[in-house]
């Protein structure tokens, strides 16, 4: 028998009123990264590229945030796939790291939809807590 949170995935879907190009810029460039979300990051744009966020940047390197992160699948303007991993707060979970894949719709010329999916969480009370705080993170990144 399967157990009930084995397949368990975040899933946030926000539509918003720009390009699929500038919600593009938006994920993987310096300037776009810098006009809404992170200003300390590492990000290589090509598979096997980093994809690191440092949120706590006074904390020792292993603890800043994001970090060892790797793009996993790259379609511009359409998709990206990062590997993801809990925060230094977390440590139990820190170690395995789950995927983030961002689907990206334009409707419109001016409307696009963009689609979070987050999955390969784990089993047991430190997963559960990783989990819910990934729902409400993730549900405050996408609002912005």
Known sequence: ????????????TRTVHTTPDKIWSCWTTATGMESWWARNFRIEPRVGGAYELYFQ???????????????????????????WNAPPSQPETRCQHTVVDLRITGLSPV????????????????????????????????DR
């Open 1 to 12: 028998m399967a157990h009930p949170d084995y397949d368990r995935e975040i899933r946030i």
């Open 57 to 83: 940047t006074d904390n020792p390197p292993g603890t800043q945030g994001g970090e060892g992160n790797t793009i996993l699948a790259l379609e511009p303007e359409t998709r990206l796939s990062f590997s």
């Open 111 to 142: 409307s696009t939809e963009i689609e979070l999916l987050h999955r390969g969480f784990g089993i047991g009370p430190a997963w559960d807590e990783t989990y819910a705080y990934f729902q409400r993170a993730w549900t405050a990144v996408m």
